[in-house]
C-alpha cells in the first residue's frame, strides 16, 4: 500500500488483511515498549483522570457480555495497569491479567495480588491453581494488533476458556470510515501495530480457531479534549494535531476535562467457544 516509518504496508489482494511487511525487529518494539511507554497515557500528569476515561471505557465494553455468575474467572490480555480489571471487580468477576511490562505488572500485583498477574507472553502464562479450560471471559484491548501471530494467540485464549467462555476484542478496524479517509494518515497506523483487521477477515479467523456466534459492535471509547490533544502531542499527525491544538485553546479547561464519547475508527468483537 505504502512504505511510512520505514517499513512497508501491505494488504492481502485476497481477504484484504493489512500488516507491517517485514515485522519490526525485536529491537525495535523494545525500544517502543520501554518504561515510558504509558506516558502517552498521561498517567504521571494527570492518573485520576485517565483512570475515569480508561474505566468508563471498559464499561461499555463489558457490558456488552452477559452478566457473570458468581466466581466467574476473567482474564485480560494486555492488562496494562489494571483498569480494566478494576471494572471487572466491581461487576463480579475474579481479574486475571496478562501483562508484558514490569511497570503493569507491578501496578497490577499491588491492586490484585502478585498471583493474579503474569509478567510475560501469552503462551507462557500460568497462574496458582487455575488451569486451561477454568476461564469463563478472556479480554484483548489493543492487544492483539501487537502480536506477531494472531491466530496462534487466539488458539491459546480458545484453550483457556471453558465451555460457553466468551472472548471480547478491540481492535483497529481496517474497514472503518476513518480508514477510507485519512489513507496512510490514519491514526492507527503505528509501528507496535502489527496487523490491521477488517470485520470480515477478523470473523473469518476467530471461527477458524475455534470460536463461534461472532459479533461486532462500534467502540466506542471515553475521551477528553485534553486526552486526545496529549495523545497527538505524542503521535503527531500533520493536520490532526494543529487541529487538536487550535481546539484546546478556544475550549475553556472545564469542558476540556469531560469525558465524552467518541469512535475512534476500532471494532469490539465478542465471540463464544
Known amino acids: 500500500m505504502f512504505d511510512k516509518l520505514g517499513h512497508h504496508f501491505v494488504r492481502c489482494s485476497t481477504c484484504s488483511l493489512e500488516r507491517i511487511s517485514p515485522q519490526p525487529s525485536d529491537e525495535e518494539l523494545a ?8 506516558d502517552a497515557w498521561g498517567l504521571h500528569d494527570n492518573e485520576d483522570t485517565v483512570a475515569t476515561l480508561k474505566r468508563r471505557t471498559f464499561k461499555y465494553v463489558l457490558g456488552k457480555l452477559d452478566t457473570p455468575a458468581p466466581g466467574s474467572k476473567l482474564l485480560d490480555c494486555g492488562a496494562a495497569t489494571g483498569f480494566l480489571l478494576d471494572v471487572a471487580k466491581d461487576l463480579g468477576y475474579e481479574p486475571y491479567a496478562l501483562e508484558l511490562s514490569e511497570f503493569g505488572s507491578q501496578a497490577i500485583a499491588k491492586k490484585f495480588g502478585a498471583d493474579r498477574v503474569f509478567c510475560g507472553e501469552l503462551e507462557n502464562i500460568e497462574f496458582p491453581g487455575v488451569k486451561p479450560g477454568d476461564f469463563d471471559v478472556i479480554t484483548m484491548c489493543d492487544y492483539i494488533e501487537h502480536v506477531r501471530n494472531p491466530r496462534d494467540i487466539l488458539g491459546l485464549a480458545r484453550k483457556l476458556l471453558g465451555k460457553g467462555g466468551t472472548i471480547a476484542i478491540t481492535t483497529p478496524d481496517a474497514g472503518s470510515p476513518s480508514h477510507r479517509v485519512l ?22 479467523l476467530l471461527k477458524d480457531v475455534g470460536f463461534s456466534s461472532v459479533k461486532f459492535y462500534p467502540l466506542w471509547k471515553s475521551l477528553s479534549l485534553d486526552y486526545i490533544g496529549h495523545q497527538f502531542e505524542v503521535y503527531p499527525h500533520p493536520a490532526l494535531t494543529a487541529l487538536a491544538r487550535g481546539i484546546r485553546k ?13 469512535s475512534t475508527g476500532e471494532l469490539l468483537a465478542v465471540a463464544r467457544v
Do not use: C, D
Open 31 to 38: 525500544k517502543i515498549y520501554g518504561a515510558h511507554y504509558y
Open 183 to 204: 489513507r496512510s494518515g490514519w491514526t492507527h497506523y503505528k509501528l507496535e501495530h502489527l496487523f490491521y483487521f477488517n470485520q470480515k477477515n477478523f470473523e473469518s
Open 250 to 262: 478556544i475550549v475553556p479547561a472545564p469542558i476540556r476535562a469531560l469525558p465524552l464519547p467518541f
